[in-house]
């Protein structure tokens, strides 16, 4: 079975350029999660998607940050523009349906790990 | 207080040794626990989930106790390859499910 899959792996970028992330969830996953992970603390989670729909994006700066999966498949993070501060590991995670008891293991991605300079 | 603590570490510890990681949450309506291990520079992978009567898996025992609001991950028989990150992993469900995850437990097996 294939993973969760990330593109890029790494990114540079100087602070008010705009950068995109994209995410291809394991087939048939319907919860798909976008996590921003700053070196030594634990993944804060960005935003959760149900299929197409949002079903949390309260720690999302909307200011900056947004979000999108049109077809309830893969996804894509965007930023912009930059803040030095955005230099983490974006984590892209799924699992079958988050509404399940059995079904919230969440299977991550390998991450994007992006440096704002 | 944060929804989910963990204590940071490091935990350094001999090959053999048995070793204990605590994490406590703030939401007493959570329903559902997991450790998580994220080694360096990778992405976490479910460790186990955690059950009300308590699990185990191997040298891996977790337990849960709601009236304190904390979970534990025991080790026993350290091996070196269980040098990682351990994340405590949360969820509430308040029509939808909320997942949090603590910010990590850092374990380092010494030869």
């Known amino acids: 079975e294939a993973g969760v899959a990330q593109s890029p792996r790494y990114k540079i970028i100087e602070k008010r350029q705009s950068v995109a992330f994209w995410c291809n969830p394991i087939s048939g996953h319907a919860t798909l999660y976008w996590y921003q992970q700053i070196l030594g603390q634990g993944p804060k989670l960005l935003i959760q998607f149900q299929n197409n729909g949002v079903v949390d994006d309260s720690q999302l700066p909307k200011d900056r940050f947004s979000a999108e999966r049109l077809k309830g498949v893969d996804s894509t993070l965007k930023i912009q523009p930059a803040k030095l501060e955005d230099s983490a590991v974006y984590l892209c995670a799924s699992s079958l349906d988050y509404r399940g008891p059995g079904n919230t293991e969440a299977f991550f991605g390998q991450g994007t790990r992006l440096t704002v300079v | ?111």
């Open chain 2, 1 to 111: 207080r944060k929804e989910v603590e963990q204590d940071p570490g490091p935990f350094n510890v001999p090959e053999g040794a048995t070793v204990a990681f605590n994490c406590t949450y703030s939401n007493s309506a959570s329903q559902s626990f997991f450790w998580y291990r994220q080694d360096c520079r990778k992405e976490p992978k479910l460790l186990m989930s955690v059950y009300s009567s308590g699990n185990e898996d191997g040298r891996f025992t977790a337990q849960l106790n709601r009236a304190s609001q904390y979970i534990s991950l025991l080790i026993r028989d350290s091996k070196l390859s269980d040098s990682a990150t351990y994340l405590c992993v949360v969820i509430h469900s308040g029509g939808y499910q909320k997942v949090t995850f603590g910010t990590g437990t850092k374990l380092q097996v010494i030869p």
